[in-house]
């Protein structure tokens, strides 16, 4: 599997800013043929976005997904729907849904149900908040969002799940928790993935990546760890040459 770089616009642009950064990406990034990239741009331009990526190797996630497979549920959009829009991903418990939206580990759950019933990959976000991470409950909080998302799936373990590891202290303020101390992390969460599915699973259909205020400073460091398979950026993406200098890291 090819290591995995994400794209994670936000509510930040509007029509016509979208249609610019893909077109200038879709130049920018033709040498970048070792890195996997995805686009998660606002649903309201799924469509437009997968229409100007046609045929490249460029490819497409949505931000969000219903937990519900269909009916009743004004302003959700289902699985279905953004498998229909051409999505390959779909961004699952991202700590600012669970945070300002109330998201719960539940709804995570049947969101990831949602994906595999529909042929797309979770990109399955984790991690601690600030008040964990100072009351030494790291680890412990990863473990139960873990144990509460992936316990009970479908379409688990034959498919391929990509993890990103965002501790929510880390995620849009600037700072970061260094590549070398990725490490423990990675261990807790091998661990518990393993031990709800087998450590082959682990290695043969998990990927796991890293987020929160990556830039193309720091990117290299990332890459290069051997327990990272990529990384989700946000900020950094609405950046033509910071994403560029990103992915290019990864090469
Ligand atoms: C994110 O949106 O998940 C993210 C990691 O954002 P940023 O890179 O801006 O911290």
């Not at 610019?20 to 799924?46: G, H, M, W």
């Amino acid at each position: 599997m090819k290591k995995l770089l994400i794209a994670n616009w936000k509510m930040e642009l509007n029509e016509a800013e979208t249609l610019d950064l893909v077109l200038n990406y879709k130049k920018r990034l033709k040498k970048i043929t070792q890195v996997e990239i995805a686009f998660a741009p606002s649903c309201v331009y799924l469509k437009e976005v997968k229409n100007l990526l046609g045929r490249t190797h460029l490819q497409l996630a949505a931000q969000n997904v219903a937990a519900q497979a269909k009916g009743k549920y004004t302003g959700e959009i289902s699985a279905a729907q953004i498998k229909e829009l051409g999505c390959s991903y779909v961004i699952v418990g991202h700590s600012e849904r669970r945070i300002k939206m109330n998201e719960t580990d539940d709804m995570v759950n049947r969101k990831i149900n949602q994906c595999y019933h529909n042929d797309l990959i979770p990109i399955l976000c984790i991690g601690e908040t600030l008040e964990e991470k100072n009351s030494g409950r790291s680890d412990s909080a990863i473990v139960r969002q873990l144990q509460a998302a992936i316990s009970k799936v479908d379409g688990l373990p034959e498919n391929e799940l990509v993890i990103a590891y965002e501790p929510v202290w880390a995620v849009g303020t600037g700072q970061f928790l260094e590549a070398e101390n990725i490490f423990a992390f990675h261990r807790t969460i091998k661990r518990t993935v393993s031990s709800l599915y087998s450590e082959k699973f682990y290695n043969d259909k998990v990927r796991l990546l890293y987020g929160g205020s990556i830039n193309s400073i720091i990117a290299k460091d990332y890459w290069v760890s051997e327990v990272l398979d990529g990384i989700l950026v946000g900020g950094a993406s609405l950046d033509i040459e910071e994403m560029y200098n990103v992915a290019l890291e990864g090469e």
